[in-house]
């Protein structure tokens, strides 16, 4: 059995976490959200570059059938997470409480391309390592 199928139902786990945590409304959150509401707004908006990494990560393992090139996979993958990262904080117009940002917009962007950069990084010294041996 491939393990392809869980990896991208990890894909769309993590994907859909992530819509729900950054789309909640701010405005009177109480309860289990609280938490998140009264984090502070820097650890908030730092939180953007390791979120978009993994999101870059796991979108390259669950296209990896689908676009079989790394090199192309990693550009789909940041592609995604740019699209994404956009369309969060456009969304933001209508939810209580949040406002768009260009800044957030950009520390998804380093998150994803650092994310990209980090899984070429690996895959380089993968294809190295097995050329010496």
């Given amino acids: 059995m491939s393990i392809l199928p869980f ?5 769309f786990l993590y994907t859909a976490c992530m819509l729900m ?6 405005a009177n959150t109480k309860g289990s959200f609280s938490f998140w509401a009264g984090m502070d707004p820097t650890l908030q908006n730092l939180l953007h570059v390791p979120m978009f990494m993994v999101f870059t990560y796991l979108c390259n393992q669950a296209l990896e059938k689908v676009v079989r090139k790394i090199d ?3 550009w789909v993958a940041l592609g995604f997470a740019v699209v994404l ?17 260009w800044g957030d917009i950009i520390l998804n962007s380093v ?6 950069l980090l899984i070429l990084k690996v895959m380089q010294n ?5 050329a010496t041996n």
């Fill in 72 to 74: 192309k996979r990693a």
């Fill in 126 to 130: 993968k294809k190295r390592r097995g």
């Fill in 111 to 116: 998150g994803a391309v650092s994310g990209i």
């Fill in 85 to 101: 990262g956009i369309f969060m904080e456009g969304i933001q117009i209508v939810i209580p409480g949040r406002y768009p940002s």
């Fill in 7 to 11: 990896r991208r139902a990890i894909f």
């Fill in 21 to 26: 945590t950054s789309l909640i409304p701010m």
